[in-house]
């Protein structure tokens, strides 16, 4: 049979969203990629592998998660609007190794559907998002149980200067400290508005946090560094005894023993401190408990 025959994975999507009628909405952030030659731009920047098994979170009109079906071994697909049902069953006829989950992700046990699709061989994550959820999204997948092996998300350009900046920067935020604890994010493709269907207001980047393979610090108490990590950034302007002040409820006392234990200054501000820093801190305060 001519490679002409079989329409391509966008033609199906274009075709199935008009014979179905689907009108987006906007309150879940559904903003199509319907590109084929951009798709694969991004894929083939995300390196991933015939053997890799791929949860992609917001599979709109299926366009990515054909192509991922392509090039991948499993694929696991997690969409919250179920009148999207119709026009990925056409999209994704035949692909015989993806699975459709309808429901919304940020109340999704993650770790137990990753389990249970992929096995212990491990995941890695691929998603176009609404932006409003980004974040949430980002810190949930990295504080998992059973975490991917890498994530490759689109998210706003601010978003993506943000995720990359570093300690003693004006950007570095709880958010950057938390994934890039997690691992190492860089930018993969810059994305125009315009290449979305409808396009936002805003420009985005394809962007991918790897894993590390080894952790950059071991926190004593892991649950209680990630707490420090977001009260530490707090309240940007007080110094970090005061902002453990108020999360940890430590006396001025305690907390001058915690900032000399961790070896730092007491007028240290928290947006300045490195991973090895915060981690200090972290294990100062586990040790008073
Ligand atoms: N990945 C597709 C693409 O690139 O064309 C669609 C992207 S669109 C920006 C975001 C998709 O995420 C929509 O299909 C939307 O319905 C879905 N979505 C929004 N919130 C979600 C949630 N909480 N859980 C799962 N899917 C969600």
Redesign the pocket.
């Known amino acids: 049979m001519s490679e002409y025959a079989t329409p391509s994975a966008e033609l199906r999507a274009r075709v199935a969203l008009e014979k179905h009628r689907f009108r987006n909405t906007h309150s879940?952030?559904?903003?199509?990629?319907?590109s084929e030659s951009l798709i694969d731009h991004l894929l083939d920047a995300a390196a991933l592998s015939p053997e890799d098994c791929v949860l992609e979170?917001?599979?709109?009109?299926g366009?990515?998660t054909a192509l991922l079906a392509g090039r991948c071994r499993r694929v696991l697909a997690?969409?919250?609007?179920r009148g999207?049902e119709p026009v990925l069953q056409d999209v994704l006829e035949g692909c015989e190794n993806v699975h459709v989950h309808f429901g919304?992700?940020?109340k999704a046990d993650i770790s137990a559907m990753a389990r249970s699709e992929f096995g212990s061989d491990g995941y890695r994550v691929v998603a176009?998002?609404?932006y409003y959820?980004t974040a949430d999204i980002l810190l949930k997948l990295t504080a998992l149980e059973y975490p991917p092996a890498s994530i490759a998300i689109m998210v706003q350009k601010e978003a993506a200067e943000r995720i990359m900046s570093s300690p003693g920067e004006k950007q570095w935020c709880a958010l950057a400290a938390e994934l890039q604890y997690y691992g190492k994010p860089r930018v993969l493709a810059e994305v125009p508005a315009g290449a979305f269907d409808p396009p936002p207001h805003v420009d985005s980047r394809f962007i991918c946090i790897d894993r590390h393979e080894t952790p950059i610090v071991t926190p004593v108490d892991e649950q209680l560094f990630r707490r420090l990590m977001r009260a530490a950034f707090a309240m940007r302007r007080k110094t970090l005894a005061n902002n453990l002040k108020a999360a940890f409820g430590l006396n001025q006392q305690a907390v001058k023993a915690v900032l000399e234990a961790a070896g730092l200054d007491p007028r240290v501000r928290g947006e300045s401190l490195t991973h090895e820093e915060l981690c200090r801190v972290a294990d100062a305060i586990a040790a008073m408990a």
């Open positions: 879940l952030g559904q903003n199509f990629l319907l979170i917001g599979p709109g009109a366009l990515m997690v969409e919250l609007d999207l919304d992700i940020l176009n998002l609404p959820i």
